[in-house]
């Protein structure tokens, strides 16, 4: 009888000490694949390759131990000294590269090995230390597969059956890093209702390159709201300027506190947003 009250005990306590950290092992449908991308253009395909996954629960997830597979020979087994955790709701990025500088600017949470994208058709599996089936995606001719753009998964189709369709799967339409598109680590950029301009809006930035300064003029359809924003190759921006109901618009900026190198000027009017790529001389 004591044998038994202390095991039991001891199993309270131990549901009560996984509950208070709030990570248990994953299960099926609780960590999605969210955002995939198989070509880059900005950078080599060995260099730049990474999925996005994304924490459907209400916990935080542990990842030690999953298993990351295609159909084929690839396979990885996610190790760590430490705890690889994904909070709840949270996104995570996996690639080929850890390294934002080479990467094409992508902010890596775990870096894999033996696994590749196939840029036509592939698979990637992924399966907890049971073997049992977390989640999958398998692409192949008629899904949006765009070079130098990621697929990204449509936020009302983030279930463990939804992402298996290939019209929930839209080419990404804002430039990230090095300038290809994506939204690696990020709700996908379909939810943010941002298209890039059409037609009856115009952009120029010059002189491009340059060593002192850029001159942005842009001019719109009817009077919009928008920001100015410089980006650099690891994705942090920096707001320039906000304007509010203008239909012209002429902004000089000094380059002097940026680095030499490539920049990227991103102008969001209303619900429309370019990227153009700057480049930075001393």
Known sequence: MKKNY??????????????????????????????????????????????????????????????????????????????????????????????????????VDYVYQNFTLSNTSDQIIMTAADASLIDQVSYLSGWPIVSGASMELHPDYQTFSGNDQPEHWFPAKIVFGAGDKGSPGKANSISSGLEEWGEGIKIDVYPNPSKERFIVEASFPDPQAGTIKLINLLGQSFLIKSFDEIQFLKEVIEPDFLTPGIWFLELTAGRKVKVIRLIIER
């Not at 709030?22 to 609780?30: A, F, I, K, L, N």
């Not at 629960?57 to 597979?69: Q, V």
Request: aromatic letters at 8%; zero cysteines.
């Open 6 to 107: 202390i095991f039991l005990l001891t199993a309270i306590l131990a549901g009560y000490w996984i509950n208070l950290n709030g990570q248990s092992t994953p299960r099926q449908g609780e960590i999605l694949i969210t955002e995939i991308m198989v070509n880059p253009e900005a950078v080599s395909d060995a260099n730049g390759e990474w999925f996005e996954i994304w924490n459907s629960s209400d916990h935080d997830i542990l990842l030690n131990g999953l298993t990351l597979k295609d159909a084929g020979s690839n396979m990885h087994i996610l190790n760590s000294v430490e705890k690889l955790v994904i909070h709840s709701k949270s996104y995570w990025v996996l690639a080929k590269n850890g390294d934002a500088l080479t990467n094409g600017g992508v902010h």
